[in-house]
């Protein structure tokens, strides 16, 4: 198929060694980093949506998009020129445990598509059908996953949280089989597949699957490849290449990190196969949204008991990741200095991170040492109090320092009983931070504007999509195309949006997609 403007630039494959054996058979793959292997065509491709945003990005013209072509494509059905597809070999620490190869299971990298101005985005279809790393799974995506992946790679990107895209979202017409409560009950549901896209889709178990069999040669050229692809400003760094390769990936790992903090967003899985090299949130699974701010909430049902994914732990997650990173690397170190000292790098970054988001979700010039005490009684009022994470920050934009009231807050609490517990408590603390801001260098407007860049008032909460789920599920696609646009302006005010801004209501507070999601979600 001929497609003039899109020109691709595949290194991943040119550059690093293939599996010897094609298609989509189940096997252990050695001494390769990818497979090759086709999508497996679908019954019926139509596109639902796909992100203007990222297509412009892309080069890609509306002719294009409007063209019968793009959904077959984006389904699976066919290729463009230049597209290579190949599945990548990678393996990962699951829960704490080391899993083996696992691979990309259900994801297929059509190519590295260069784009205007020299970027170069890789271009995975997730739910593509089998792969050598599929185990015992069909390869497939049904349509509620695939929604959420769509919407929240999107949302993420306008909340100004580095991580993967999504070009397109396109229905399949074929069923796919799901327990998606794991308790024996599978039901046919609509398949869809997702175009995701990112510079790579490199992760930390790429590089522990190698070290793991002792294929340091390989390693050092999944190692070489990723610095001149994906960090050409490292290349010329001469002996200290991987060191300051190891060392940016850990303050990038870092800053990630602190942003899902700042906004409240729990990935769920943070296994290290769903840790970006780049620095960049990856594998959109059983995502959520804090609604009560609860440091113990995970969204995802597998790590229901242990909690390790929860979201309070997550920089502490991220460290420990990073780690077993630095042990699968440590083979192409004579010292392993540099690797301590990148690990320090993230300890660094991330606590500078985490003042610089005090000051800004509090609306100060700086965050001096004692703010650290303001956020974590704040916190803790949030929790006691079972408040509405974003829309209590957001409240506290409104907060007048001259006379400060409780008014801000109402809307913020979901019971009652547990905001009376906490009102006295509470209304200290306003005081207190009143003060502070009395005290402070920011004027009131700086303050405000401050404030309102760091704190979303619309973010992707679990039953919002939820309904844009059911609805789609009837064929309807208004509210995955509403809750596009609205998350196109997280931190704006939009008139006549107050449905997105609102807090979980109670129907939704244990219903399945709202409350917990698996991974088959």
Known sequence: MSTEPLRFDNRFIRELPGDDETGPRVREVRGAAWSAV??????????????PELAEQLGLGQDLLDSPDFA??????????????????YGGHQFGHWAGQLGDGRAISLGEL????????????????????????DGRAVLRSSIREFLCSEAMHHLGVPT??????????????????????????????????????????????????????????LVNLCIARDFPELDDAGEQRYAAWFAQVCERTAELVAHWMRVGFVHGVMN??????????????PYGWVDDYDPDWTPNTTDAQGRRYRFGTQPQVAYWNLTRLAQALAPL??????????????????????????????????????????????????????????????????????APRL??????????????????????WL????????????????????????????????????EAIELAGQGDLSGVHTLQEVLRRPYEVQPGREHYAAKRPEWARNKAGCSMLSCSS
Request: net charge negative; proline share 6%; glycine share 8%.
């Open 333 to 402: 170190f004579e010292d392993v200095a540099p690797l301590h000292e990148g690990l320090a790098r993230f300890q660094a970054v991330h606590a500078r991170c985490e003042r610089d988001d005090i000051a800004a979700k509090l609306g100060l010039a700086e965050c001096q040492d004692a703010d650290l005490a303001l956020m974590a009684d704040w916190l803790t009022l949030l929790h006691d109090g079972e408040m509405d994470m974003t829309l209590a920050f957001r409240g506290l934009i409104d907060l007048d320092p001259q």
């Open 38 to 51: 086709m999508p497996t065509p679908v019954a019926a491709p139509r596109l639902l949506a796909y992100s």
């Open 272 to 285: 290290t196969d769903n840790l970006s090299i780049l620095g960049l949130t990856i594998d959109y699974g």
């Open 407 to 428: 008014a801000v807050l109402e809307e913020a609490f979901y019971s009652e009983a547990r905001r009376e517990a906490v009102l006295p408590a509470l209304q200290q």
């Open 164 to 221: 993967t895209r999504a070009l397109s979202l396109v229905a399949t017409g074929d069923s796919v089989v799901r327990d998606m409560f794991y308790d024996g009950h599978p039901e046919a549901e609509p398949g869809a597949v997702v175009c995701r896209v990112a510079p790579s889709f490199l992760r930390f178990g790429s590089f522990e699957l190698p070290a793991s069999r002792g294929d340091v040669a390989l390693l050092r050229q």
């Open 114 to 137: 260069l784009a205007p101005e020299g970027a170069r985005w890789e271009l995975q279809l997730k739910g593509a059908g089998r792969t050598p790393y599929s185990r015992g799974a």
């Open 431 to 466: 005081h207190r931070y009143a003060a502070r801001l009395q005290a402070d260098a920011l004027d009131p407007v700086q303050r405000r504007e401050r404030m309102a860049a760091a704190n979303p008032l619309y973010v992707l909460r679990n039953w919002l999509a939820q």
């Open 72 to 89: 077959r494509v984006f389904g699976g059905n066919a290729l463009y020129d230049g597209m290579q597809p190949w599945a990548a070999n």
